[in-house]
């Protein structure tokens, strides 16, 4: 019985890629992971992120003793910042990146593949929609129909 996704149901998450991946040349690859999962992209954009942003989306780390180092590594080079559609989203993308250790995240995940902790994942679908706030304005956001979701939820 094939599962079916009505649009009531569709999340969204955040996905940035760190700029390690980005001077990496990985951006592609993990485009085209989320793609051929059969989540549409409504949000992309390619930024040096400041302090400012930063602060904001790791405001829970911010008192941890790696917090500099965190911030050092985000501000090292451009990033890009995605937010995808789907029927749970915000889960199978947590499944797609695998562990946020890269040395446990198992192989054939984003972080197992490429060895280090190459990008973020919204970890819950309220976060994701926090997250996605401080990244986008509501208008950079594209509501778009792709045509295929009988093919990838079924009818």
Same mark, same amino acid.
């Given at each position: 019985?094939?599962?079916?996704?009505?649009?009531?149901?569709?999340?969204?998450?955040?996905?940035?890629?760190k700029?390690?991946?980005?001077?990496?040349?990985?951006?592609g690859?993990?485009i085209?992971?989320?793609?051929?999962?059969?989540?549409?992209?409504?949000?992309?954009?390619?930024l040096?992120?400041d302090?400012?942003?930063l602060?904001?989306h790791?405001?829970?780390?911010?008192?941890?003793?790696?917090?500099?180092e965190?911030?050092?590594?985000?501000?090292?080079g451009?990033?890009?910042?995605m937010?995808?559609? *789907?029927?749970?989203?915000?889960?199978?993308t947590?499944?797609m =990146?695998? /562990?946020? &250790? $890269? %040395?446990?995240? @198992?192989? *054939?995940?984003?972080?197992?593949?490429f060895?280090?902790n190459? =990008?973020? /994942?919204? &970890? $819950? %679908?309220?976060? @994701?929609?926090?997250?996605?706030?401080?990244w986008?304005?509501?208008d950079e956001?594209? /509501?778009? &129909? $792709?045509g295929?979701?009988?093919y990838?939820?079924?009818?």
């Open positions: 019985c094939p599962i079916t996704a009505p649009p009531e149901l569709q999340e969204k998450t955040l996905v940035l890629v700029p390690d991946a980005v001077q990496r040349r990985l951006v690859n993990v085209q992971r989320f793609e051929r999962r059969g989540f549409k992209l409504v949000a992309l954009k390619l040096q992120a302090r400012g942003l602060d904001k790791y405001q829970q780390l911010q008192q941890k003793p790696f917090y500099p965190l911030l050092a590594y985000m501000t090292s451009p990033l890009v910042a937010v995808w559609e *789907g029927y749970n989203v915000v889960r199978s947590r499944a =990146v695998g /562990a946020t &250790d $890269s %040395v446990a995240a @198992a192989a *054939g995940t984003i972080r197992g593949d060895s280090m190459v =990008v973020h /994942a919204s &970890d $819950s %679908v309220e976060t @994701a929609q926090r997250e996605i706030g401080f986008f304005q509501r956001l594209v /509501a778009w &129909d $792709s295929d979701r009988d990838t939820y079924g009818p």
